[in-house]
């Protein structure tokens, strides 16, 4: 494959992911990608320039709270106040400045502010779950939010999803756009987890898991964990199905 020039830059077409750092479509253990699954073989499209530049995303109106979920309504919410922050690289190690980033997550109790979410646990009036930042020009994200809790669903018999954080990256263009869930090191519902387990490749999975880093924790204030995300290739952090 070539590499496509435009008027300001060399632009180098994506690698293409491994499939065991994927989730095979459909994986039966969880039960809705059954239905959600392509039923023929996907057919790869060659990369043209149009794929890989375009379109180009403004960058919208983001707020001053946008990425402290903790400071978007009246008081704290409730739990445990978490510093998350990466970088997001391409297939090429290379870092995707101003590139949208937003999450979306439950609550300290496992509780999703959403109608379709009514297991018996609180809503909190101070923590709405959804966040969004730009990439800085070395392709730096940073958010302040509380660790969600694990939660009941309905896959099977006592089934509980790890604590997860949902992340979706723009990348360059429309083709990288990447949507996964960030975990906790050391979970002990990775095991249980159809979702973490979908993953053939055990190190692919790992590219999941955010670190703890002391160096991220803020004195007296909040725990720190670090997630790069790289959004295509070899090596690319794992799609969720
Ligand atoms: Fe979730």
Redesign the pocket.
């Known amino acids: 494959m070539g590499r496509f020039t435009n008027e300001s830059s060399i632009i180098t077409p994506y690698k293409r992911h491994d499939a065991q750092g994927q989730p095979p479509m459909p994986y039966t253990p969880y039960q809705s990608t059954l239905k959600r699954s392509p039923s023929q073989p996907l057919i790869y499209l060659p990369h043209t320039l149009s794929e890989i530049t375009g379109p180009v995303y403004g960058h919208g109106e983001i707020g001053e709270t946008d990425n402290d979920l903790t400071r978007q309504h009246k008081e704290q919410p409730q739990g445990e106040r978490i510093i998350v922050t990466g970088h997001v690289l391409d297939s090429n190690s290379r870092p995707v400045p101003n590139t949208l980033v937003e999450i979306w997550?439950?609550n300290a109790a496992g509780r999703y502010l959403h109608v379709k979410d009514q297991h018996p646990a609180p809503l909190d009036p101070n923590f709405s779950g959804a966040g969004r930042t730009m990439t800085d020009e070395n392709g730096a994200y940073r958010f302040i939010t509380i660790k969600p809790g694990a939660y009941p669903w309905f896959n099977h018999y006592n089934a509980w999803?790890p604590a997860?954080i949902?992340f979706s990256i723009f990348g360059r263009a429309f083709l990288s756009r990447l949507v996964t869930?960030m975990y906790f090191p050391g979970d002990p519902l990775f095991a249980h987890d159809p979702i973490y387990q979908s993953i053939p490749d055990e190190k692919a999975r790992e590219r999941m898991i955010a670190k703890f880093d002391i160096e991220t924790t803020q004195p007296q204030w909040a725990l720190g964990y670090r997630f790069d995300v790289v959004i295509r290739g070899p090596v690319a952090t794992p799609f969720e199905t």
């Open positions: 997550q439950a999803r997860h949902h869930q």
